[in-house]
């Protein structure tokens, strides 16, 4: 699981989320500044009111979601005892808020839409050769055992036009990675918004991923890894664009 976390920011790429409803999460608690702070001070004993209405009284939004990351947090509560850990031990003590704060994380692409996602950063250039980007780093969990799985994704079209922002086509991977998912799901839904968005000749995506559900348990077949593949338009009806597009994605994979 660490790995995950850990990993996670560094698949971002310098995303930080600015662009999610759900970023209000991650530092939901209580980045005041001192001055702002000070100054509500100052505001309350001018009013008189010395331990009375907080000045950084959570909005609706904000308690809506401490609700439920209290219920996430006894949820992992839970957890501990099942397997037989003593939740008030003290290397545990936090251990609810950081798991529960780790999911929020990672499961914050359900908080994001394509639309915001990819506001403003379609470009008619009449450009129609290939655009690929490979080797997007891709960190999910997977629906059945809520456990990482971890790999690269290749993305290309062909345009017909519009062209999007390369750094998007991470961003769109990233925000499907970020829910629960299948590894197949995952890849079809990341070929279907670079469809919806750019209406192109063809999408191919690849996705080769490594899943701990399988390497850390069961199986347990610590190299092995999965390949699903997405193609549409032009790279599902003409074989030679889609073996020009194989080829330019072949390599070892990378991710050992
Ligand atoms: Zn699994």
């Known amino acids: ?49 010395g331990g009375g209405v907080r000045a950084d009284a959570p909005s609706p939004v904000e308690a809506d979601v401490d609700a439920t990351l209290g219920v996430m947090k006894s949820a992992v509560r839970e957890l501990l005892v099942g397997v037989g850990e003593n939740p008030e031990r003290e290397g545990l003590l936090r251990t609810p808020q950081r798991v529960a704060e780790a999911m929020r994380f990672l499961t914050q692409g359900y908080n994001q839409s394509l639309e ?12 129609n050769e290939m655009v690929l980007v490979r080797d997007i780093d891709l960190f999910s969990l997977c629906e059945h055992h809520m456990l990482p799985f971890l790999g690269k994704a290749h993305v290309a079209y062909i345009p017909n036009q519009k062209v999007v922002g390369l750094s998007k086509l991470a961003r769109i991977v990233e925000m499907y990675a970020r829910r629960l998912q299948v590894q197949e799901r995952l890849t079809r839904q ?47 009806d003409d074989q030679k664009t889609r073996e020009e597009f194989l080829n330019l994605i072949r390599h070892q994979p990378s991710f050992h």
């Open 1 to 49: 699981m660490t790995m995950a976390a850990s990993n996670g920011s560094n698949g971002s790429k310098g995303a930080r989320a600015s662009y999610g409803k759900g970023q209000s999460i991650g530092n939901g608690n209580g980045k005041i500044s001192p001055m702002a702070e000070a100054s509500a001070l100052a505001q309350q004993v001018a009013d008189g009111q």
């Open 116 to 127: 915001t996602l990819v506001n403003g950063a379609i470009f008619d250039e009449g450009h």
């Open 190 to 236: 990341v070929a279907e918004a670079v469809e919806t968005i750019l209406e192109p000749r063809g999408v191919a995506v690849v996705v080769e991923a490594t899943h701990m559900c399988m390497v850390m348990r069961g199986v347990q077949k610590p190299s092995s890894w999965t390949v699903t593949s997405a193609m549409l338009g032009v790279f599902q």
